[in-house]
Protein backbone atom coordinates (compact mmCIF):
# COMPACT_ATOMS: atom_id res chain seq x y z
CA UNK A 1 0.00 0.00 0.00
CA UNK A 2 1.69 3.17 -0.80
CA UNK A 3 -0.81 5.52 1.27
CA UNK A 4 -1.31 5.98 4.73
CA UNK A 5 -2.97 8.19 6.67
CA UNK A 6 -1.43 10.05 9.39
CA UNK A 7 -2.35 12.06 12.32
CA UNK A 8 -5.82 11.48 11.77
CA UNK A 9 -8.66 12.29 14.13
CA UNK A 10 -11.74 12.09 13.94
CA UNK A 11 -15.21 12.86 15.06
CA UNK A 12 -17.99 9.87 16.67
CA UNK A 13 -21.63 10.08 16.22
CA UNK A 14 -24.57 7.84 17.17
CA UNK A 15 -27.91 7.96 17.63
CA UNK A 16 -30.13 7.71 20.64
CA UNK A 17 -33.00 8.61 21.98
CA UNK A 18 -33.54 10.68 25.23
CA UNK A 19 -36.84 12.51 26.31
CA UNK A 20 -35.09 16.00 27.28
CA UNK A 21 -36.88 18.63 25.44
CA UNK A 22 -39.03 19.46 27.96
CA UNK A 23 -35.79 19.63 30.69
CA UNK A 24 -34.27 22.20 28.21
CA UNK A 25 -37.53 24.32 28.09
CA UNK A 26 -38.25 24.45 31.94
CA UNK A 27 -34.07 25.13 32.27
CA UNK A 28 -34.51 28.13 29.82
CA UNK A 29 -37.81 29.42 32.10
CA UNK A 30 -35.93 29.37 35.26
CA UNK A 31 -32.14 30.86 33.40
CA UNK A 32 -31.52 33.78 31.90
CA UNK A 33 -28.50 31.84 30.43
CA UNK A 34 -25.68 33.69 29.26
CA UNK A 35 -23.58 34.96 26.03
CA UNK A 36 -20.76 33.12 24.81
CA UNK A 37 -20.63 31.71 21.04
CA UNK A 38 -23.87 32.23 20.33
CA UNK A 39 -25.45 35.20 18.30
CA UNK A 40 -28.95 35.56 19.13
CA UNK A 41 -30.67 32.49 20.40
CA UNK A 42 -30.01 31.41 24.34
CA UNK A 43 -27.16 29.35 25.85
CA UNK A 44 -28.16 28.47 29.67
CA UNK A 45 -25.15 28.13 32.55
CA UNK A 46 -23.77 25.53 33.06
CA UNK A 47 -26.25 22.31 34.67
CA UNK A 48 -26.68 20.97 37.35
CA UNK A 49 -24.42 17.36 36.61
CA UNK A 50 -26.28 16.11 39.48
CA UNK A 51 -30.01 16.46 38.15
CA UNK A 52 -31.30 12.60 38.06
CA UNK A 53 -32.92 13.39 35.36
CA UNK A 54 -29.69 13.67 33.56
CA UNK A 55 -28.29 10.88 34.93
CA UNK A 56 -28.93 8.02 32.30
CA UNK A 57 -27.70 10.95 29.14
CA UNK A 58 -24.70 11.63 31.19
CA UNK A 59 -23.92 7.43 31.50
CA UNK A 60 -24.37 7.40 27.92
CA UNK A 61 -22.03 10.59 26.68
CA UNK A 62 -19.12 9.12 29.30
CA UNK A 63 -19.38 5.56 28.00
CA UNK A 64 -19.68 6.42 24.09
CA UNK A 65 -16.54 9.06 24.49
CA UNK A 66 -14.57 5.94 26.41
CA UNK A 67 -15.81 3.39 23.48
CA UNK A 68 -13.90 6.47 20.77
CA UNK A 69 -10.87 6.93 23.08
CA UNK A 70 -10.63 2.89 23.79
CA UNK A 71 -10.97 2.49 19.83
CA UNK A 72 -9.20 5.62 18.27
CA UNK A 73 -7.08 7.53 20.20
CA UNK A 74 -6.04 4.76 22.86
CA UNK A 75 -5.00 7.17 25.94
CA UNK A 76 -4.88 5.19 29.63
CA UNK A 77 -7.28 6.97 30.89
CA UNK A 78 -11.19 7.54 31.63
CA UNK A 79 -12.88 11.05 30.30
CA UNK A 80 -15.49 11.92 32.39
CA UNK A 81 -18.31 14.81 31.75
CA UNK A 82 -17.06 18.09 33.28
CA UNK A 83 -19.85 20.68 32.43
CA UNK A 84 -22.67 20.45 30.04
CA UNK A 85 -24.96 23.91 28.52
CA UNK A 86 -28.56 23.63 26.71
CA UNK A 87 -28.73 25.55 23.51
CA UNK A 88 -31.98 26.75 21.70
CA UNK A 89 -31.60 28.23 18.45
CA UNK A 90 -34.29 29.88 16.21
CA UNK A 91 -34.15 31.38 12.60
CA UNK A 92 -30.98 33.70 11.95
CA UNK A 93 -29.25 32.50 15.54
CA UNK A 94 -25.91 30.86 14.89
CA UNK A 95 -22.74 29.66 16.99
CA UNK A 96 -19.66 31.27 16.00
CA UNK A 97 -16.36 29.66 15.65
CA UNK A 98 -14.31 28.59 18.39
CA UNK A 99 -12.86 25.43 20.97
CA UNK A 100 -13.00 24.47 24.17
CA UNK A 101 -9.84 25.10 26.03
CA UNK A 102 -8.96 23.08 29.42
CA UNK A 103 -11.18 20.07 28.02
CA UNK A 104 -9.85 16.83 26.27
CA UNK A 105 -13.08 15.59 24.30
CA UNK A 106 -16.33 17.93 23.50
CA UNK A 107 -19.47 17.44 22.08
CA UNK A 108 -22.65 17.84 21.04
CA UNK A 109 -26.38 16.31 21.46
CA UNK A 110 -29.18 17.64 19.21
CA UNK A 111 -32.85 17.14 21.14
CA UNK A 112 -34.61 18.46 18.50
CA UNK A 113 -33.27 19.69 14.84
CA UNK A 114 -35.18 20.54 12.47
CA UNK A 115 -33.95 20.56 8.95
CA UNK A 116 -32.37 23.79 7.76
CA UNK A 117 -31.70 24.87 11.68
CA UNK A 118 -27.99 24.96 11.30
CA UNK A 119 -25.07 22.54 10.30
CA UNK A 120 -21.88 21.93 12.39
CA UNK A 121 -19.13 22.87 10.46
CA UNK A 122 -15.17 21.53 11.74
CA UNK A 123 -12.32 23.55 11.23
CA UNK A 124 -9.36 21.61 10.35
CA UNK A 125 -6.08 22.72 12.79
CA UNK A 126 -3.83 22.96 9.54
CA UNK A 127 -6.16 25.21 7.82
CA UNK A 128 -3.65 28.55 7.50
CA UNK A 129 -1.19 26.04 5.98
CA UNK A 130 -3.11 24.15 3.69
CA UNK A 131 -4.54 27.32 2.31
CA UNK A 132 -1.38 28.99 2.04
CA UNK A 133 0.48 26.23 -0.06
CA UNK A 134 -2.56 24.72 -1.87
CA UNK A 135 -4.75 27.75 -2.99
CA UNK A 136 -5.55 28.86 -5.54
CA UNK A 137 -5.17 24.77 -7.11
CA UNK A 138 -8.50 23.29 -8.57
CA UNK A 139 -9.95 20.48 -6.73
CA UNK A 140 -11.60 18.00 -8.37
CA UNK A 141 -13.30 16.99 -5.42
CA UNK A 142 -12.96 17.72 -1.99
CA UNK A 143 -12.37 14.97 0.35
CA UNK A 144 -11.18 14.68 4.04
CA UNK A 145 -7.29 15.48 3.21
CA UNK A 146 -7.61 18.60 0.90
CA UNK A 147 -10.68 20.21 2.62
CA UNK A 148 -10.16 22.89 4.95
CA UNK A 149 -13.87 22.68 6.91
CA UNK A 150 -16.35 19.60 7.15
CA UNK A 151 -19.57 19.27 7.86
CA UNK A 152 -22.29 17.39 9.17
CA UNK A 153 -25.92 17.58 8.62
CA UNK A 154 -27.10 16.28 12.33
CA UNK A 155 -30.88 14.81 12.74
CA UNK A 156 -32.63 14.46 16.15
CA UNK A 157 -31.14 12.59 19.21
CA UNK A 158 -27.68 12.42 17.42
CA UNK A 159 -24.45 12.33 19.51
CA UNK A 160 -21.33 14.09 18.36
CA UNK A 161 -18.54 13.76 19.84
CA UNK A 162 -15.00 14.92 18.58
CA UNK A 163 -11.54 16.15 20.17
CA UNK A 164 -11.54 19.70 22.05
CA UNK A 165 -8.77 21.16 19.96
CA UNK A 166 -11.69 21.26 16.93
CA UNK A 167 -12.41 24.73 16.06
CA UNK A 168 -16.26 24.50 15.17
CA UNK A 169 -19.31 26.58 14.42
CA UNK A 170 -22.98 25.95 13.84
CA UNK A 171 -24.72 28.01 10.74
CA UNK A 172 -27.52 30.13 11.15
CA UNK A 173 -30.84 28.32 11.22
CA UNK A 174 -33.45 28.96 8.23
CA UNK A 175 -36.32 26.73 10.32
CA UNK A 176 -39.27 28.80 11.80
CA UNK A 177 -38.53 26.39 14.43
CA UNK A 178 -36.19 25.98 17.48
CA UNK A 179 -32.67 23.97 17.58
CA UNK A 180 -32.52 22.41 20.78
CA UNK A 181 -29.28 21.08 21.38
CA UNK A 182 -27.10 20.08 24.72
CA UNK A 183 -23.48 20.66 24.45
CA UNK A 184 -21.15 18.74 26.78
CA UNK A 185 -16.84 18.77 27.32
CA UNK A 186 -15.15 15.68 28.94
CA UNK A 187 -11.86 15.41 30.79
CA UNK A 188 -9.67 13.09 33.36
CA UNK A 189 -10.93 12.75 37.04
CA UNK A 190 -7.58 14.84 37.76
CA UNK A 191 -8.96 17.62 35.82
CA UNK A 192 -12.41 17.63 36.67
CA UNK A 193 -13.85 21.16 38.06
CA UNK A 194 -17.34 19.79 39.31
CA UNK A 195 -16.68 16.08 39.92
CA UNK A 196 -17.22 15.34 43.62
Not at 20 to 35: A, I, S, W
Not at 82 to 107: A, E, Q
Request: glycine share 4%; hydrophobic share 30%; charged share 20%.
Amino acid sequence: MSYNIMFSSGVWIKNKAFNLKEYCLNVQREDKGRVVSNRGGYQSNPLNLKDPKLQPFISYIEQQTNQFNKEVYKYDTTFYIDNMWININNKGNSNVSHLHPRTHFSGVYYVDKPKDSGDIYFERPDADFIITFFNPLIHSEYTNANSCEWFFSCVNNDLVIFPAFYKHRVEPSESNRQRISISFNLTTLSNLKTYT
